[in-house]
């Protein structure tokens, strides 16, 4: 029985990341500072695109700080985590950096 895998393609988006219109200078700023504080050149999708709705945005801001930067987990852990979750063609980092992660963590 031969197994042919396909590549797949990212799906655009069902609701796409705001920009400083959609979410505001203030929201645009913070996005922005996260992703400087996380090592991006642009700000992470998941504020940009939460950031439209204001209310959420600013209630779920406290929820993903405890998990990342204050969280039980160490950091490389929490990145480690977060990229076995998510469908390898939305990963920025990719398999790659997956792989490092878990030779590190294995002493490898």
């Not at 029985?1 to 645009?28: D, S």
């Not at 991006?40 to 405890?66: D, K, N, Q, S």
């Not at 469908?87 to 980092?93: I, L, Q, T």
């Amino acid at each position: 029985m031969t197994t042919t895998t396909t590549a797949r393609t990212p799906r655009a988006p069902r609701i796409a990341p705001g920009g400083v219109r959609e979410i505001g200078r203030l929201n645009t700023l913070i996005a922005g500072a996260i992703g400087r504080t996380m090592g991006t050149i642009e700000p992470p999708r998941l504020f940009t695109t939460l950031a439209r709705h204001r209310r959420l945005y600013w209630c779920w801001l406290p929820f993903a700080g405890a998990l990342m930067p204050r969280g039980k987990l160490l950091r490389a852990d929490s990145e480690l985590v977060i990229l076995r979750v998510q469908p390898d063609e939305f990963s920025a980092a990719g398999p790659s950096r997956l792989a490092a992660l878990v030779s590190s963590r294995r002493g490898s």
